[in-house]
């Protein structure tokens, strides 16, 4: 079935400095992605998202790249700041009936001051 | 624009009970809601999908006579957890996807933490 494997699990990084953050999806058909942030307790926001016509997306410190011939996307932040920490979840979705999102299984990032 | 409300933001049961978590969209017409559930630590597992008008596709290995879903009408869908178990405590999100331009995007309400004792 449909499957998004996220890597890392977590990632901790110095403020100032970039943070990439990885997954690959199985189902082929899958032509949107995006990418939610989640604070303890709260929903999940939408900081950036892509479909599968377009290889790159940038908003002014979050990019998202996409290779759908090796079916991978990657989120990148630079000049990351404390508030940036939170955990990360990348998802991928089709445009059928259901559009459905299949999450990974995110990543807690720590920016430390 | 694109809200959705969860009510309650958190409710507490005693095991055996029913509850009822609804979900709106405020202000777009949602043909489509998804029901999710989510433990500490963990991710967002999909539980169903909910379609105005028509019975609710479940996931694989949920339990449809158990988690009970009924989209009566484009702003409102509503989740009851029957017979509630120490095991179905969790965090439990709605998200809507409207039409036209909200074609591709979901939008998530708050999210209702279940406690069953």
């Known amino acids: 079935g449909e499957n998004v494997e996220q890597h890392p699990s977590t990632l901790s990084v110095q403020e100032g400095d970039s943070a990439v953050i990885k997954c690959t999806y199985s189902?082929?058909?899958?032509?949107?992605f995006p990418w939610y942030k989640q604070e303890l307790g709260k929903r999940p926001q939408l900081i950036i998202d892509i479909r599968s016509n377009v290889g790159e997306k940038k908003d002014q410190r979050i990019a998202v790249t996409l290779n759908k011939t090796a079916k991978h996307f990657s989120l990148h932040i630079t000049e990351t700041q404390p508030e940036d920490s939170a955990v990360y979840f990348c998802?991928?979705?089709?445009?059928?009936?259901?559009?459905?999102?299949?999450f990974g299984q995110g990543t807690t990032l720590q920016v430390k001051p | 624009g694109a809200v959705v409300s969860q009510h309650p933001s958190w409710v507490i049961c005693k095991s055996g009970t029913s509850v009822k978590i609804e979900c709106r969209s405020l202000?777009?017409?949602?043909?489509?809601m998804f029901w999710y559930r989510q433990f500490p630590k963990q991710s967002l597992m999909l539980m169903a999908t909910?379609?105005?008008?028509?019975?609710?596709?479940?996931e694989q290995g949920v339990e449809k006579d158990k988690f009970l879903i009924n989209h009566a009408s484009l702003t409102l869908s509503t989740l009851t957890v029957t017979s509630a178990h120490p095991e179905d405590s969790s965090f439990y999100i709605c998200?809507?996807?409207?039409?036209?331009?909200?074609?591709?995007?979901?939008?998530f309400g708050p999210g209702t933490r279940l406690t069953v004792t």
């Open positions: 202000d777009f017409q949602a043909t489509t």
């Open positions: 998200s809507a996807r409207g039409t036209g331009g909200f074609h591709y995007e979901q939008y």
């Open positions: 998802a991928a979705s089709s445009s059928g009936n259901t559009g459905k999102l299949i």
């Open positions: 189902d082929s058909a899958s032509n949107y």
């Open positions: 909910s379609n105005e008008g028509s019975k609710a596709t479940y």
